[in-house]
């Protein structure tokens, strides 16, 4: 497919619209409001990766890394893979044009229902049906679907081993990934999933539905103009609508060669969790009056990442990539299985159990990783056969999606971002998930071993992928940083508490005012397909143009 992204010089001074962040959220808005005609911006602070060119070994991985804590940097600012490492807990982002969508298992989740009873969330998302149109919208672009070989994966079947003692046999996961070659929903053809394992680094082969592949081209379809390479700091009011401070991301100092400026007449905030509350928080700290609930509110998400060493039974949970590096039994997609438990129970010691898989570039820091664990023999051997034998073909890596209390907080220090959530590890979720884990692993002879992959950098504390909070949702500014639909609140305390910012919204998952117990990817999409129609309809934006197609930009 070719380009997406123009060069950074060819911006325009002014738009209707400008995105800021391309993942989940971003990728609805830009191709609906380009759809209804607006003039569309989308500023992505990574870089564009084509399929085929995602990296796929370590030494590739390792210059794709970007590490930051709350007074160093390292790595490049706009590496694909993106640590940030607080002294409570780790969380890891996408950073590139489609987001998390690049990097993530694909998995595509409905919250259970109760989620949405919590009275946190403003009354309208139960009430008024659009959130349940905002899911089917979200399905027909993204076209879920199961594995259908997932029950003959050798990871599943250890899968269902590991399951016995909890009473729950595992299910094929949806995710978006695609089985079957294809055109999907916005024209873009997509090859069958060589069940390859290599997910979370990037699809090379193009199987996996992400953002880059769907909302992305269908906004391009409709005029949008893309960038990539822009890094967003804050925003502020500008005659009646929006001035956006932004700098080349590749700038070597913080500082950088002087900010730069676009307009706009309504701008959507959808640079996710810990992009969107930055952007605002540095706005407040230039006047922009906000909820003093911005940066509250942040959930992990009760996630778990962690593996089971030394199993009984062959586990095949290492991907091979595409082309394959080694020869061995059908790995699978990243997720291929799921295991619900206390699915009658209440609703926060509800979660989900996933088999996933090591990216095949990961695979030479297995032995380094176990070393500190007491593996050293496993590590030895597997410099002998390869880590597709011996100890490491029966090494379990497991996902968990629960409920926390969502009480951590998003703040800037000395001009950074950090996240602080005191005692953290002592939240219920953890110890659910390591009595559940453990029983998983015992049931097949296998060691629980907490997530090695952290430890010899940034100790063992939680690290999630699913950050959630920060500008949650809530009936009025006093409550929640954005309402129903989006819309930022002007203040809370300051204002009359419904008051609202004009023309500015957060789409991704900050908005959450709480956990969901889920992969959020698919409750993103549909609260932005959500919010996107609401703001068509404040508009009086009833008729979408035919799509205008747009000259693409040569592959490089």
Known sequence: MASLSKPLDTIRPHY???????????????????????????????????????????????REVQISGTSKKFGPRDGLFDFRVGDDLDVFVGCGLGGGSLINAGVALRP??????????????????????????????????????????????????????????????????????????ADVPQPACTQCGDCLTGCNVGAKTSIALTYLPLAR????????????????????????????????????????TITAATVI???????????????????????????????ANGDIIAFGYGADIRVNA????????????????????????????????????????????LSPLLPIAFIPKGAVLGAAQSLIKGVYEGPFSRLHSFFAVGHDSAAGRIVLEKDRLS????????????????????????????????????????REKPLTAHPLGGCGMGADGKKGVVNHKCQVFAGGDKTSPDSIHPGLYVCDGSIMPRSIGVNPLLLITALAERAMTLLAQDNDWHTKKPVRRAAPVPAE
């Open 16 to 62: 209707d619209v400008v995105v800021i962040g391309s993942g989940y959220g971003g990728g609805v808005a830009a191709a609906r409001l380009a759809g209804y005609g607006r003039r569309v911006c989308i500023l992505e602070r990574g870089k564009e990766f084509h399929t085929g060119r995602f990296p796929d070994k370590f030494q590739t991985i390792r």
């Open 112 to 185: 259970d229902a109760r989620v949405f009873e919590d009275p946190c969330w403003p009354e309208e998302i139960s009430s008024d049906g659009l959130l349940e149109q905002g899911f089917e919208r979200a399905k027909r672009m993204l076209r879920p679907e199961t594995n259908p070989q997932a029950r003959q994966l050798t990871k599943y079947k250890a899968m269902e081993q590991a399951s016995k003692p909890l009473k729950t046999p595992p299910r094929p996961a949806e995710v978006t990934v695609n089985f079957h070659d294809t055109i999907n929903s």
């Open 221 to 260: 379809q409709h005029g949008a103009e893309i960038f990539t390479g822009a890094c967003v700091s804050h925003v502020e009011r500008d005659d009646g609508g929006w001035r956006i401070w932004y700098s080349p991301t590749d700038t070597k100092s913080d500082d950088g060669d002087g900010p730069l």
């Open 269 to 299: 905030l959808a640079a996710g969790t810990l992009g969107s509350t930055e952007i605002l928080l540095r706005s407040r700290e230039n006047g922009l009056a906000l909820s003093d609930q911005l940066g509250a509110g942040f959930s």
């Open 318 to 361: 290492i991907g091979v990539g595409e082309p394959p590096k080694a020869e061995t039994d059908m790995v699978g997609n990243c997720v291929s299985g799921q295991t619900r438990l206390n699915e009658d129970g209440p609703l926060e010691k509800g979660m989900y159990l996933q088999e996933g898989v090591i990216p095949s570039g």
């Open 419 to 458: 996240v602080t959530w005191p005692n953290v590890n002592e939240q219920p979720v953890y110890q659910r998930v390591d009595t559940l884990i453990r029983q998983a692993t015992d049931a097949t002879g296998a060691t629980y071993v907490k997530n090695p992959l952290a430890a010899p950098m940034m």
